[in-house]
């Protein structure tokens, strides 16, 4: 989105201090930053551009910055007539998973707790004797958001929303019983008091959004705001409905789902999940079905309300778009998968990007498409076989890591399109090459959309046995560290068969932004070079800022980090370290809620030791364990700032 200049200093400083969010919102604070608005400049002074001074990582000279969300960064605003504000960097959280907090009814409910398709408590019954309600550790995509004519009681200020969905929980309370994937992942909406003198944000109500319609949530991911401020969710790694009867990690869900293991649908998850909020501080919720069943891991929607591109974390994953019929309306549309042309190259040095072209995979009404899910079996749309049937009515493929033969049976290409959409694309020859593809995000001045392969590995590596030859996508080796991809957005295209994409915002080729750097183990144990980017996983764009966010999910970090990466100036800074063996996540830039601007993050399942962790977890453990609920709790929040005195110009 664009923004009409600031008309004065003070106003200016007012719509950056969300950053500053100015969250401690103490008298001294408010004062602090009212006499910085007065400037040498008669407060006439305009907003020219922001730019972060990064932190050092974290080390075990310092172990307790290590088991915490630690911030040692900073933001300076430059002004047109040279002078600068500068803002020292810090993180809030609204709450702790495993916290009591208000329900806005003068009760207590549990933050990040687990209903069943009966809003009922589902239970951890692992510790004899300490039975309770199970709760994540794994809080991810979180949405910031007005709604008009709001009214909440308790707020006095002004009402905000956050919107916040929690992906799984790693482990029961037992700390032996391995829960991922195994309950339906929860979505709550919390109401925010805004503090109009200063920005910050105070929790008034937690609701838990009723997701019994939409027949319960599976794994949400990463999640965006749309432009007409819904909160658009995700379902990724979808369950495969050819194996789902056999599947335990899916047979457990169904469980503590419905209470029983056969009891839920595979093709009713993988999708693509809109919350709704209102006035009073409750939503609603639908699933989009139309918009393929993949590995839903972000969909960033255009300015054009109507052209989506996905995330798609899988093995063998594909650029995906989809193009809605209506303006401000999922429920119908065109979907579209990529192929990608010669070129291809995860070296940010590569003097061009690869061309990409797009299959139209088919067009659906979300009603229609539920429908079959609700009707059909996996044998009803296509056979799939494990080994070469000898018949040459089958073709092969590979799809989600594993070579296949499949036969579409007549009449079948829609519910193949939408309801197997990964072997579908690859039948059709999508390049299904890509692997962990996870947030998407827009630069809309620019006309350039932003994608973060996690790990550059498996499919994408020439001779791996999952790399398709002849796909666009084969690298000479790997690059586990992962990459940010840059993709121009143009008008005017056609898909395959020739037909016009009604569209001004589709991707038109594919080119390295940003790269990691794998390494051999360093002194403190990480793998990835820890002055660059690891693993980039959620990525958001502030146009005000002229930055991308990035935040990391690393297996090759010890600490994972949040950067920000001004697209005009090419400077990296380090903004927030995550507690070790922490994820990064909920990244949420939002331009302005009310004359203030903010920047939303929380992180996951801290000191969730792997091998990288082996020279720091001894000392680290008992720490983390001590900040977060014995390593059961994580934070929700966002980042703050208070403001330094102003450097005037002369």
């Known amino acids: 989105m664009s923004h009409t200049p600031m008309p004065s200093r003070r106003k200016t400083l007012q719509m950056l201090a969300g950053i500053p969010l100015l969250p401690l919102g103490t008298s001294a604070t408010a004062a602090a930053l009212l006499s910085a608005c007065g400037g040498g400049s008669g407060g006439s ?10 932190m050092a990582a974290p080390t075990l000279q310092t172990p307790t910055a290590m088991a915490t969300t630690s911030v040692a960064s900073s933001m300076k605003v430059l002004f ?34 687990y209903v069943d398709i009966n809003n009922k408590p589902i239970i951890d019954a692992t510790v004899a004797g300490s039975e309770r309600q199970y709760f994540s550790d794994a809080p991810d995509g ?59 944000l105070s929790l008034v109500k937690y609701h838990n959004v009723d997701t019994s319609k939409v027949h319960g949530l599976w ?39 419905y209470g029983s293991e056969t009891a839920a649908n595979p093709y009713h998850y993988g999708h693509m999940p809109e919350v709704i909020v209102n006035k009073d501080g409750t939503a609603t919720i639908k699933k989009h079905f139309c918009m393929g069943r993949i590995s839903h891991e972000l969909v960033q929607v255009m300015p054009d309300s109507r052209t989506a591109l996905m995330g ?22 065109s979907l579209y998968v990529a192929k990608v042309g010669a070129g291809f190259s995860i070296d940010p040095a590569a003097a061009a990007g690869a061309p990409l072209t797009w299959i139209k995979l088919g067009s659906a009404t979300s009603a229609e498409i539920e429908n079959l899910a609700n009707t059909l079996k996996p044998t009803d749309i296509m056979t799939v076989a494990s080994k070469d049937p000898g018949d040459t009515s089958f073709t092969k493929i ?73 796909n666009g996508i084969s690298i000479p080796k790997q690059l586990k560290a992962g990459v940010v991809m840059a993709l121009n957005l143009r008008g005017g295209q056609k898909d395959t068969s020739g037909a016009a994409i009604n569209s001004e915002w589709m991707p038109v080729d594919t080119k390295a932004l940003l790269a990691g750097e794998d390494i051999s183990a360093d002194a403190l144990g990480n793998t990835g070079n820890p002055n660059k980017i690891c693993n980039p996983d959620n990525l958001k764009f502030s146009e005000k800022m002229r930055t991308l966010f990035i935040g990391e999910d690393s297996g090759q970090h010890v600490n994972n980090f949040l950067w920000a990466y001004n697209v005009d100036t090419k400077q990296l800074s380090r903004l927030m370290s995550i507690p070790a063996g922490g994820e990064s996540t909920g990244l949420h830039a939002v331009d302005e809620i009310n004359g203030w601007t903010y920047i939303m993050s929380n992180f996951q399942h801290a000191g969730d ?30 980042l703050t700032g208070t403001p330094n005195q102003p450097s005037l110009k002369g």
Request: aromatic share 10%; glycine share 10%; hydrophobic share 35%.
């Open 45 to 54: 002074a305009t907003f020219k551009s922001v730019s972060f001074t990064g």
């Open 312 to 333: 798609d974390d899988a093995t063998n994953s594909g650029y995906f778009v989809f193009v809605a019929d209506k303006e401000k309306d999922l429920s119908s549309g």
């Open 609 to 638: 030791w792997g091998g990288i962790h082996n020279v720091v977890k001894d000392t680290l453990d008992p720490l983390i364990k001590a900040n977060y609920k014995n390593k059961a709790g994580a934070a929700v929040g966002y």
């Open 398 to 470: 590979v799809a989600n890591g594993k070579t296949e033969w499949i036969k579409i049976n007549p009449g079948m290409e829609k519910a193949a399109a939408f309801l197997e959409t990964h072997r579908y694309a690859a039948f059709k020859g999508a390049s299904m090459g890509f692997t962990k593809m996870e947030g998407t995000t827009v630069n809309a001045k620019d006309k350039v959309a932003y994608s973060a392969l996690q790990n550059c590995e498996k499919s994408m590596v020439a001779g791996d046995a999952t790399n398709v030859p002849g």
């Open 219 to 257: 794994i949400t991911c990463g999640a965006s705001l749309s432009p007409w401020g819904t909160h658009l969710s995700s379902e990724e790694y979808e369950p495969d409905a050819f194996s789902a009867a056999s599947n335990a990690q899916f047979k457990a869900y169904s469980k503590n789902l």
């Open 80 to 113: 047109d007539d040279d002078s600068t504000q500068s803002f020292n960097l810090a993180y809030q959280p609204f709450f702790i998973t495993g916290d009591m907090v208000s329900d806005g009814k003068g009760g207590k409910i549990l933050a990040g707790g």
């Open 142 to 200: 979180t949405s910031l958001l007005t709604v008009a004519d709001a009214k909440v009681d308790g707020v006095k200020g002004k009402p905000v929303f956050a919107v916040v969905q929690f992906e799984y929980t790693t482990w029961a309370q037992d700390g032996k019983t391995d829960m991922y994937g195994k309950l339906p992942s929860p979505i709550a909406v919390l109401t925010l008091d805004q503090d109009q003198a200063t920005g910050k």
